[in-house]
Every structure is written in structure tokens, then in C-alpha cells.
């Protein structure tokens, strides 16, 4: 089967850093994603990891390590427009390579 | 290029009825998936599709059927609706040969 693990949810404060961890077990692991979404809206693309190490992408960057099955998305200088839902997601090619989500975790950004 | 596009955007449906939703994708997009959004259940995979052809499928009853189009617009089914169908229901198109999704704004069904 495949399970993905994150918090339900987080807080933090304007200006800061944050880590949001996504644990995954999954037999066929061939990539891992993360999604933001604010409330009412669409999910939106953040970043896509196939290999282990750093991905960074202006504030946001994402870690990869698949011997542990684990996977984080770090956030700096956060700002208020960055309370929204983060969404881990993982393909897995023992099931045609269907992309299986996490139910998220809400950050809250206090001022 | 305009973003995938899915309509209608509400909906209120009784049990027992069926239901069509439609997506549009981004232009050149070839692939189409499917998901449902509850609160407790978060986003769930219904299908996906791939040049006409159902590629994937989620683990939902029969009565939740898709198709696409040869202009690769979608469209899915939902019939003798239950309460526990009520939730967003959101389309995403992806590029030939890239595996990161476009969500359009998601249908929000509620059924009564």
C-alpha cells in the first residue's frame, strides 16, 4: 500500500522559517511533490523531487531523502500571504505511476 | 496561455441524480486527471486520462465514470449520487513528458 505523513497543522511567525515534514511508504517511489492551496482555491505546483538532496527555489526549497522515506519543504522570510495548506504528494510506478496526496498540513502565519 | 478551466463552478444535485462535469485543460496539455477534495478525506485520485485513453484509476465506485475528448477536454460522471459525493471536485492537466499537475478551480458539488 502507500502512506503519506505530515502534520495536520502549523504555526508560525511573520518573518521567519519553517519546516513542514512529509513522511512516505510506498513501494514503487518515482518522485515526490508539494503543493500549495489557499483556502477556496486551487492546489498550485511548488516543487518536484525524483532525487535525494536540496531543490531550492527562491524562498522555498524542498529535501529529498528516499532511504528514509522522508521529505521536507522550508519555507524563509515567511510572509502572511503564506497561510495556506501544503500538499505532499508521491507517484509511485508499481501503480502506473498515480500520484497519491497527503491530506496536508494548514500553516498558520502569525503577524 | 489560459489555465485549466472547469465548469460549472457550483453545483447543487439531490441524491439519486446524476451529474457531468467538464475540464478544459491548458492548451497542449495532453494528460487530464481527476480528484476529489473533503475535508477528511483531503485530495483523492479518480482517473486519469491520456490522448482518449483512460490511463489510471482511483479507487472509487463504478458509478464515478470519465472520458476525454480528441481535443483533450474531459469530462466526468457522477450517477445516482449519494450525500457523501458532496466535496470540490478538481481537474489537472499536465505537460507531454513533465509530471508537475495545473489544477483548474475545482466544481463544488454539493448534494442534497
Known amino acids: 500500500g502507500q502512506n503519506i505523513d505530515q502534520p495536520t497543522e502549523m504555526t508560525a511567525t511573520e518573518g521567519a522559517i519553517v519546516q513542514i515534514n512529509c513522511t512516505y511508504q510506498t513501494s514503487g517511489f518515482n518522485g515526490l511533490f508539494w503543493y500549495q492551496q489557499h483556502a477556496g482555491e486551487a492546489p498550485t505546483f511548488l516543487s518536484y523531487?525524483?532525487?535525494?538532496g536540496l531543490e531550492e527555489k527562491g524562498r522555498f526549497s524542498s529535501f529529498l531523502s528516499r532511504s528514509k522515506g522522508y521529505s521536507y519543504l522550508l519555507l524563509k522570510e515567511l510572509q502572511m500571504k503564506d497561510s495556506a495548506s501544503y500538499l505532499c504528494?508521491?507517484?509511485?510506478?508499481?501503480?502506473?505511476?498515480?500520484?497519491?496526496f497527503g491530506k496536508g498540513t494548514r500553516l498558520h502565519i502569525l503577524p | 496561455k489560459a489555465g485549466v478551466t472547469q465548469t460549472p463552478r457550483y453545483l447543487i444535485k439531490t441524491r439519486g441524480q446524476q451529474v457531468t462535469l467538464s475540464c478544459s485543460p491548458i492548451s497542449g496539455h495532453r494528460s487530464v486527471s481527476w480528484y476529489q477534495q473533503t475535508p477528511g478525506q483531503g485530495l483523492q485520485f479518480l482517473f486519469e486520462?491520456?490522448?482518449?485513453?483512460?490511463?489510471n484509476k482511483g479507487n472509487f465506485p463504478g458509478r464515478f465514470s470519465g472520458r476525454q475528448f480528441s481535443n483533450s477536454r474531459s469530462e466526468m460522471n457522477v450517477s445516482t449520487l449519494e450525500l457523501g459525493d458532496s466535496a470540490l471536485y478538481l481537474c489537472a492537466s499536465s505537460p507531454e513528458g513533465r509530471f508537475e499537475q495545473y489544477f483548474g478551480p475545482g466544481t463544488r458539488l454539493t448534494v442534497t
Open positions: 504528494a508521491v507517484r509511485d510506478r508499481n501503480r502506473d505511476d498515480k500520484i497519491i
Open positions: 523531487n525524483v532525487l535525494d
Open positions: 486520462y491520456f490522448s482518449e485513453t483512460q490511463r
